[in-house]
């Protein structure tokens, strides 16, 4: 489901370029992933199941599971969740793909029919509220996912046991047709366009704001002097809330003590004095009676906007980040260019416009092409588990709308795509896993040295 948001962003990170260069690699991969789709569709309908292939890649997913899940129990001798629900989904797409003799794949084809029709009342609910562009067709796409879910759990009219396999069949179906008409767009760009010039990226959005008439240079081999910075004010850390709601806090908004909602903020700063921070030229009115009549999308709901021009004057005015993630790499004139473009208009909407929307889409000049020197960057990417969380969150983010929440989770994923650790390898992880905890232990044996005066 979150296919098309993988795709978007390995063009992203390996560029324009390389994509121009390089365009029949993306030919033959799509029509491998539809020769083999087909293959799977006809295993099927030949003798009703599709077993081995699949159960192999369960066994991948239930070692990156335990892997995942040993270095969420011992990083620095503390839970770390993010990585303890990586670990808890890789096991659970293990258990959805595994052929277990005696359920007929009951209770996964279960799992898989609930996971559709969640994923499509989402659908359905988020473009109903928010009125895109395209919120039609993400009404549709919903309905299309809500009734396959009910085929999928009323047994009819396939049963169960194939249920899984030509989800992944339909799945390859798409990626490879997908990766085809991509195949015909990157022969149309051009040396100093931007990988955003195609329809992929143009459609993203709840509004068609993406701009891509700027020169989009190359990107540099070394670093910029000055790192870049992404400032994130979260609805619960910017102000002083009345009740608590984790959920609602982290990432959508927070209502202070006086009923006012508050929904944070989220700007950039970069080398060059260069500072992107988008805001409402007058305060939108946020109590609780009309903030679901101006998160609609329309034209109606557009306000005149401002840009401030440094970080310190923000803090001054309000309060400081109460999170930042920083990048040492990134492409300094591409984001200069885009910006003297983009910040020509400086039209504000909630949903379809807002700080987090504007500091998303201007990240993405400035990463763009940052694996175009790494050899098989498209390959690590896949499999790499942060990039399927982040495509995860992307498509969240583009089906409803960015927020300060969702950004930090964005970026902290992306710097950890962009600088990994030392090795991928299970092994030599589980080994580095070992150790530190059995420094940890070894350290709190230790009696504690202190000195009285």
Request: net charge positive.
């Amino acid at each position: 489901m979150r296919r098309g948001y993988m795709i978007k962003l390995i063009f992203l990170l390996t560029g324009a370029q390389v994509l121009r260069r390089r365009w029949y690699w993306l030919a033959i991969v799509g029509v491998a992933l539809l020769i083999l789709s087909a293959s799977m569709l006809y295993d099927i309908g030949s003798d009703g199941l599709l077993s081995v292939p699949l159960d192999v890649l369960a066994c991948f997913f239930v070692v990156e599971g335990v892997v995942q899940l040993f270095f969420a129990l011992t990083k620095e001798m503390l839970i770390d969740w993010l990585t303890l629900l990586k670990a808890a989904g890789f096991l659970f797409i293990a258990f959805l793909i595994f052929n277990i003799p005696g359920d007929n794949n009951d209770v996964s084809a279960a799992l898989f029919g609930l996971a559709f029709m969640l994923d499509g009342l989402f659908r359905i609910s988020a473009a109903w509220v928010l009125r895109g562009v395209r919120w039609r067709k993400h009404c549709f796409t919903g309905v299309i996912e809500v009734t396959l879910s009910i085929l999928i759990i009323s047994n009819w009219p396939f049963h169960h046991h194939i249920a899984v396999p030509l989800c992944f069949a339909l799945m390859l179906l798409s990626i490879g047709t997908n990766l085809l008409q991509m195949a015909r767009q990157a022969t149309l760009l051009k040396d100093d366009s931007s990988v955003t010039a195609l329809p992929l990226f143009k459609a993203a959005g709840l509004r068609r704001w993406h701009s891509c008439h700027y020169s989009h240079p190359p990107f540099p081999e070394t670093c910029v002097a000055s790192p870049l910075l992404v400032h994130i004010w979260t609805p619960a850390g910017s102000c002083q809330v009345r009740e608590r709601y984790r959920l609602l806090d982290r990432y959508i908004a927070a209502i202070d003590q006086q009923g006012v909602i508050s929904t944070g903020h989220a700007a950039m700063e970069a080398d060059e004095g260069l500072y992107i921070s988008h805001y409402p030229r007058n305060q939108i009115d946020r109590d609780s009676g009309n903030f679901r009549a101006v998160l609609r999308s329309g034209k109606h709901n557009d306000d005149a906007g401002r840009f401030l021009p440094s970080l310190a004057s923000e803090v001054a005015d309000w309060c400081s980040p109460d999170k930042q993630v920083e990048f040492k790499y990134y492409n300094l004139v591409a984001l200069q260019n885009y910006w003297r473009n983009y910040s020509s208009d400086s039209t504000y909407n909630l949903t379809a416009r807002n700080c987090s929307s504007t500091v998303i889409q201007a990240l993405d000049v400035a990463m763009e092409g940052i694996l175009a020197q790494q050899a098989y960057a498209g390959i690590r990417l896949i499999i790499d588990p942060n990039f399927w969380l982040l495509g995860v969150v992307r498509g969240r983010a583009e089906e409803m709308t960015w927020t300060p929440g969702l950004v930090l989770d964005y970026v902290r994923l992306l710097k950890r795509v962009l600088e990994p650790q030392s090795s991928q390898l299970w092994p030599q992880r589980l080994w580095q896993g070992l150790r530190l905890r059995h420094a940890l232990r070894q350290q709190k044996r230790l009696p504690s040295s202190g000195i009285v005066k």
